[in-house]
C-alpha cells in the first residue's frame, strides 16, 4: 500500500502533484472506552494547509463521535477504520479543501468567513465561489476561521504579473544552462532534417527517435523540440497530413505512458513556434492546427478546456511553459476555442455514424442474397440437373458477381466523392469565416505587428 494518497484520493493519476500522507491510526483502550488515535493528523492538515484540527473536527461531526486533542495526541471516541476515515476525509477536502469551480486545492489562505457564508478564492483558477455553510462543520470553520493572507495575490494571469515573470525567469536562469541551452537548440533545428514526408510513416519514426535519444532529455525538453521539428510552416498540404499520424505515435507511444503530460509540452513547444514562424497570421494557423490535431484524436476536448482553464499548467511543470507564450497561444486559438465550446463536431459524428450503419446493412443484405443463390444452387445440382445448364449457371453467376462488384465500386467512389466535396465544404466555410475576422482585424494586426516584432522569441530565447 502507497504512504502517499493524491488530495483527494479518488483522483486516479498517479503522477498527480497534490499529495497528502495515507491516515495512520492506533486503537487505545476497549469497551466502552475505546478511542481512535489519529497518530499522523498534523502530517496530513499540513498537507491540505488547513489548520491541525479540522480533519479531525469534520470527521468527528459525520461519526457523531467525540475527540479529545491534546498534543500529540488526537483522539476519536470508538474505534474507526482508517479505511473508513479516509473516505470521511475525502468529503471534507471535496468541501473546504478544493476549489468548487477547478476542484484543485488552491483556495488555502483565502478562505473568507462571513456571517452568512464561507467563501473562498481560488489561487489557481482565480474564481471566488461559497463553500458549504450548512454542514455542522462550518459553524466549527465560523468559530474558528483559518488564517487569512491578505496581502497575497491570487496568482493567474491577470494578476501579479511581473512577479510571475520574474519568479520565472529565475526559475529558468537556474535550471537551463548555457550546455542544455545550445543542445534544445540543436535539436529544434536538427530535426526538420529527420523526417522525409516522402518516406514511410514507420521509417520516420524510427529515425526521429535515433535522432531524439541522442539527447538524453527529459520528456518536457523532448516533447519542445519535438513540436518545433516536426509541425511545418503550411499546413494544409500533404506535408502535414504525413506528419499527424507521427505526432500522435509519438504523443501516445513515446512519453513513458504520460501522453498527457507529453502533450502539454508539446503545446509548450508550439506557444514558442508561433512566435518565430508564422508572424501574426496566427489567427489563422494555430486554430487550424488544433484543429488538425482535434480531428485525428490527438487533442481532445476535455484536455483543451483544462489547458485554457490552467488545469493542466497544474498538474505537469515545465522550466519552458512562459505566461508570454501561454497568453499567445490562448488569443490566436481563440476561434478554436470558441468553437469547442459550441461543439458542433457531435452532428458531423452522428451523421457518419449513421453512414456507416447504412453500408453495413446494405453489404449484409448482399451477403445474404449470395447465400441464397448458392443455396439454390447446390438444391439444383443435388436434382441432378444436367452439366450444360450448371456450366450456364456458372457463367451467369459469375457475370451477376462481376456486375456486383463493379457497383460497389461506383458506390465507394460515389462516398469518396461525397466525404472529399463535405470536407471542401467545411473548408470552405472555416475560410470564409477566418476571412472576415481577418479583415476586421487586419487594422489592429497590423499595429501590433510591430510591436510584436520587437518582442518575438525565438529559440534563442529561451
Ligand atoms: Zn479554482
Same mark, same amino acid.
Given at each position: 500500500?502507497?504512504?502517499?494518497?493524491?488530495?483527494?484520493? =479518488?483522483?486516479?493519476?498517479?503522477?498527480?502533484?497534490?499529495?497528502?500522507?495515507?491516515?495512520?491510526?492506533?486503537?487505545?483502550?476497549?469497551?466502552?472506552?475505546?478511542?481512535?488515535?489519529?497518530?499522523?493528523?498534523?502530517?496530513?492538515?499540513?498537507?491540505?494547509?488547513?489548520?491541525?484540527?479540522?480533519?479531525?473536527?469534520?470527521?468527528?461531526?459525520?461519526?457523531?463521535?467525540?475527540?479529545?486533542?491534546?498534543?500529540?495526541?488526537?483522539?476519536?471516541?470508538?474505534?474507526?477504520?482508517?479505511?473508513?476515515?479516509?473516505?470521511?476525509?475525502?468529503?471534507?477536502?471535496?468541501?473546504?479543501?478544493?476549489?468548487?469551480?477547478?476542484?484543485?486545492?488552491?483556495?488555502?489562505? #483565502?478562505?473568507?468567513?462571513?456571517?452568512?457564508?464561507?467563501?473562498?478564492?481560488?489561487?489557481?483558477?482565480?474564481? =471566488?465561489?461559497?463553500?458549504?455553510?450548512?454542514?455542522?462543520?462550518?459553524?466549527?470553520?465560523?468559530?474558528?476561521?483559518?488564517? +487569512?493572507?491578505?496581502?497575497?495575490?491570487?496568482?493567474?494571469?491577470?494578476?501579479?504579473?511581473?512577479?510571475?515573470?520574474?519568479?520565472?525567469? %529565475?526559475?529558468?536562469?537556474?535550471?537551463?544552462?548555457?550546455?542544455?541551452?545550445?543542445?534544445?537548440?540543436?535539436?529544434?533545428?536538427?530535426?526538420?532534417? #529527420?523526417?522525409?514526408?516522402?518516406?514511410?510513416? &514507420?521509417?520516420?519514426?524510427?529515425?526521429?527517435?535515433?535522432?531524439?535519444?541522442?539527447?538524453?532529455?527529459?520528456?518536457?525538453?523532448?516533447?519542445?523540440?519535438?513540436?518545433?521539428?516536426?509541425?511545418?510552416?503550411?499546413? +494544409?498540404?500533404?506535408?502535414?497530413?504525413?506528419?499527424?499520424? *507521427?505526432?500522435?505515435?509519438? *504523443?501516445?507511444?513515446?512519453?513513458?505512458?504520460?501522453?498527457?503530460?507529453?502533450?502539454?509540452?508539446?503545446? /509548450?513547444?508550439?506557444?514558442?513556434?508561433?512566435?518565430?514562424?508564422?508572424?501574426?497570421?496566427?489567427?489563422?494557423?494555430?486554430?487550424?492546427?488544433?484543429?488538425?490535431?482535434?480531428?485525428?484524436?490527438?487533442?481532445?476536448?476535455?484536455?483543451?478546456?483544462?489547458?485554457?482553464?490552467?488545469?493542466?499548467?497544474?498538474?505537469?511543470?515545465?522550466?519552458?511553459?512562459?505566461?508570454?507564450?501561454?497568453?499567445?497561444?490562448?488569443?490566436?486559438?481563440?476561434?478554436?476555442?470558441?468553437? *469547442?465550446? =459550441?461543439?458542433?463536431?457531435?452532428?458531423?459524428? @452522428?451523421?457518419?455514424?449513421? %453512414?456507416?450503419?447504412?453500408?453495413?446493412?446494405? !453489404?449484409?443484405?448482399? @451477403?445474404?442474397?449470395?447465400? $441464397?443463390?448458392?443455396?439454390?444452387?447446390?438444391? !439444383?445440382?443435388? %436434382?441432378?440437373?444436367?452439366?450444360?445448364?450448371?456450366?450456364?449457371?456458372?457463367?451467369?453467376?459469375?457475370?451477376?458477381?462481376?456486375?456486383?462488384?463493379? @457497383?460497389?465500386?461506383?458506390?465507394?467512389?460515389?462516398?469518396?466523392?461525397?466525404?472529399?466535396? @463535405?470536407?471542401?465544404?467545411?473548408?470552405?466555410?472555416?475560410?470564409?469565416?477566418?476571412? $472576415?475576422?481577418?479583415?476586421?482585424?487586419?487594422?489592429?494586426? &497590423?499595429?501590433? !505587428?510591430?510591436?510584436?516584432?520587437?518582442? &518575438?522569441?525565438?529559440?534563442?530565447? /529561451?
Amino acid at each position: 500500500m502507497e504512504s502517499e494518497l493524491n488530495i483527494p484520493s =479518488t483522483v486516479n493519476d498517479p503522477h498527480y502533484r497534490y499529495k497528502m500522507p495515507r491516515i495512520q491510526t492506533t486503537i487505545q483502550g476497549s469497551g466502552n472506552g475505546i478511542k481512535t488515535n489519529w497518530v499522523n493528523l498534523p502530517d496530513v492538515s499540513n498537507a491540505l494547509k488547513v489548520p491541525v484540527e479540522y480533519p479531525i473536527k469534520f470527521i468527528s461531526r459525520e461519526l457523531g463521535a467525540n475527540t479529545d486533542i491534546k498534543p500529540n495526541s488526537y483522539l476519536i471516541n470508538g474505534s474507526h477504520s482508517a479505511e473508513d476515515m479516509q473516505k470521511l476525509l475525502d468529503k471534507f477536502i471535496k468541501k473546504y479543501v478544493l476549489c468548487p469551480k477547478c476542484h484543485l486545492p488552491e483556495i488555502h489562505g #483565502k478562505i473568507k468567513v462571513g456571517k452568512k457564508d464561507i467563501k473562498s478564492t481560488c489561487r489557481s483558477c482565480g474564481s =471566488t465561489c461559497k463553500l458549504d455553510s450548512a454542514h455542522d462543520f462550518a459553524a466549527y470553520i465560523k468559530r474558528n476561521p483559518p488564517p +487569512y493572507e491578505e496581502d497575497d495575490k491570487v496568482a493567474g494571469e491577470k494578476v501579479a504579473p511581473e512577479k510571475e515573470k520574474e519568479k520565472e525567469k %529565475k526559475k529558468k536562469e537556474t535550471k537551463i544552462d548555457k550546455e542544455l541551452k545550445k543542445n534544445i537548440k540543436e535539436c529544434c533545428l536538427g530535426l526538420p532534417d #529527420k523526417i522525409k514526408d516522402e518516406e514511410p510513416i &514507420e521509417k520516420n519514426i524510427d529515425e526521429i527517435k535515433q535522432f531524439l535519444a541522442k539527447y538524453d532529455f527529459s520528456l518536457d525538453l523532448k516533447f519542445y523540440c519535438f513540436t518545433f521539428g516536426i509541425i511545418p510552416t503550411e499546413i +494544409y498540404t500533404k506535408s502535414f497530413e504525413h506528419r499527424l499520424p *507521427i505526432i500522435k505515435h509519438f *504523443i501516445e507511444k513515446e512519453s513513458d505512458n504520460n501522453p498527457d503530460e507529453a502533450l502539454y509540452n508539446f503545446l /509548450i513547444g508550439f506557444q514558442d513556434l508561433i512566435f518565430s514562424r508564422q508572424k501574426g497570421k496566427n489567427k489563422i494557423y494555430v486554430p487550424s492546427v488544433l484543429y488538425y490535431l482535434y480531428d485525428r484524436d490527438i487533442l481532445s476536448e476535455d484536455f483543451w478546456k483544462d489547458y485554457l482553464n490552467g488545469v493542466v499548467q497544474k498538474k505537469y511543470q515545465s522550466i519552458l511553459n512562459s505566461t508570454d507564450g501561454e497568453k499567445q497561444l490562448k488569443e490566436s486559438a481563440k476561434d478554436f476555442s470558441d468553437w *469547442i465550446e =459550441t461543439g458542433p463536431y457531435e452532428g458531423d459524428e @452522428e451523421e457518419k455514424k449513421d %453512414k456507416e450503419k447504412e453500408k453495413e446493412e446494405k !453489404e449484409n443484405e448482399k @451477403e445474404k442474397e449470395k447465400e $441464397k443463390e448458392k443455396a439454390e444452387d447446390e438444391e !439444383e445440382n443435388k %436434382k441432378g440437373k444436367g452439366k450444360e445448364k450448371k456450366k450456364k449457371n456458372k457463367k451467369k453467376k459469375k457475370a451477376e458477381e462481376k456486375e456486383k462488384e463493379k @457497383e460497389k465500386e461506383k458506390l465507394k467512389q460515389k462516398e469518396k466523392k461525397e466525404e472529399k466535396e @463535405e470536407k471542401e465544404e467545411k473548408e470552405d466555410k472555416k475560410e470564409e469565416k477566418e476571412d $472576415k475576422k481577418e479583415d476586421k482585424k487586419e487594422e489592429k494586426e &497590423e499595429k501590433k !505587428e510591430d510591436k510584436k516584432e520587437e518582442e &518575438e522569441i525565438d529559440i534563442d530565447g /529561451i
